[in-house]
């Protein structure tokens, strides 16, 4: 929970367990922001238990602040969607209390998901990101970028049989249908518009953003839940924005925690979603679904059996090279007999067979620059018989002539080896 913040002078104090606010009764503190807390509140009347969601009162006399604050439940409301929290009500006092009312959401964000129950698989990753991506699509169609998706935001909450039904959470600081309030003033030291790990570049330098920059942000959700890691990592903010803006994110491992393989298909999605350029990155979020929904269709990606891709090689395998040859060999010997002839080959029965399903498009191997060919030796020096006609034949040998020196340009040539990624930690200079 938290320590509830004191009361600031000349405005009403925070409230308390037990202290009222309007038609609700405050039972207990859910959470702290840079700019509000959420409590656990009930209706007096009604009964019915919500959360309350209650913006500072230092900010109550700022009316951009305030602007800003009730911008949230605007949003919100204008999406409409079953993926994303509701707002019911909110309620504007000058000089005194500005707070909404939300639904009450029983269950635990990713990142407590994560820590509580360990690794997710595969399965529940896509099974997460497809209902983050119809919320995402739905705010995107109504000209909302929620500018802050990270898994903190993303709320997991029993429904039915699912476990994990999805509620998008804060959009506090959204973009609204084009129209943006300016980033001032930012009362509370280290108050900062997103959270540094999961900026677009864009969003991070400053840039104008479009829907793509939530697109990008996605992208990092699904690599950290699948490696538990982040693609760029800095020990400040400045060095993370140097690293996305001049390289690539640190490369996928094969393998998740939980020790599944991480498909390619998905791996090529996530690199898409974390283009530097907006141009270049998944165009939209149902772009995202159709990917999910197709390999879905087509089941789980076919295991190679005789290619793998190395670098920029493709090699065959030694497990496959034996299976292979012992079986050719052991044909061979059966259909000749060691003896060299042909037996009567045995009649073999037609079998239907189903096609498989066709994979993804392999990615294009790069076609190695080819080294110029070297001279052609010098042949060797010969012994050359000469024929006197009053002597026996004598050998003569004749002393071949110094051959010139040749350096190949290409004999010692060394491929460069890319250095080590960073992994270094990041640290949170914004956190609390």
């Known amino acids: 929970m938290g320590d509830t913040v004191s009361s600031y002078p000349g405005h009403r104090p925070i409230p308390t367990p037990g202290s009222e606010i309007g038609n609700y009764k405050i039972l207990d503190l859910l959470g702290s922001g840079g ?3 959420v409590f656990l509140a009930e209706h007096k009347k009604l009964g019915r238990r919500v ?7 230092e900010f109550a006399g700022n009316p951009e602040v305030v602007a800003r604050f ?56 896509v099974h997460i990101i497809s209902q983050v991506c119809a919320a995402l699509a739905a705010s995107h169609a109504k000209g909302i970028v929620h500018r802050d998706l ?5 709320f997991l909450v029993p429904r039915g049989e699912d476990r994990d039904f999805v509620k998008l959470l804060d959009f506090g600081i959204a973009k609204l249908s084009g129209v943006e309030l300016t980033d ?26 479009d829907y793509r920059s939530d697109l990008y942000s996605l992208g990092v959700v699904m690599y950290w839940m699948l490696s538990d890691q982040l693609p760029y990592r800095g020990k400040s903010f400045g060095e993370l924005m140097v690293k996305q803006l001049t390289t690539a ?31 270049k990155r998944v165009q939209s979020a149902g772009e995202i679904i159709e990917v999910l929904n197709r390999q879905a269709s087509l089941g789980p990606e076919p295991e190679p059996l005789l290619l793998q891709h190395k670098g920029s090689r493709w090699v065959v395998p030694g497990i496959a090279v034996g299976a292979v040859v012992a079986v050719a060999v052991g044909l061979g010997f059966w259909y000749f007999g060691g003896s060299g002839e042909a037996k009567d080959a045995p009649v073999i029965p037609s079998v239907a067979v189903n096609p ?58 060394q491929m460069p080896v890319p250095s080590s990624d960073d992994n270094t930690g990041m640290i949170d200079p914004f956190a609390n």
Do not use: W
């Open 35 to 37: 700019m509000g807390q």
């Open 51 to 57: 959360a309350l969601k209650l913006l500072l009162p």
């Open 70 to 125: 009730f911008h949230e439940a605007k949003a919100v409301n204008q999406i409409n969607h079953e993926h994303i929290v509701e707002i019911v009500d909110f309620v504007e006092e000058p000089g005194g209390y500005n707070y909404f009312i939300m639904e009450l959401l029983e269950g635990r964000d990713l990142a407590k998901a994560r820590e509580d129950e360990g690794p997710f698989s595969v399965e529940r990753i």
């Open 150 to 154: 990270k898994p903190e935001n993303i």
């Open 184 to 209: 001032k003033p930012q009362t509370r030291a280290g108050m900062i518009l997103g959270t540094p790990e999961y900026m677009s570049p864009e969003q991070a330098g400053g840039r104008p953003i």
């Open 249 to 279: 994110p640190l490369q996928l491992p094969e393998l998740t925690p939980g020790g599944q393989g991480i498909p390619p298909y998905l791996s090529q999605l996530i690199y898409r979603c974390l283009e530097r350029e907006p141009q």
């Open 356 to 413: 498989a399903p066709t994979p993804p498009a392999l990615p294009a191997i790069p076609t190695p620059t080819p080294l110029a060919p070297a001279p052609a030796p010098k042949p060797a020096p010969t012994a050359v018989a000469v024929k006197s006609p009053d002597a026996p034949p004598k050998p003569v040998r004749v002393k071949p002539s110094a051959e010139p020196t040749h350096r190949h340009r290409h004999s010692n040539a």
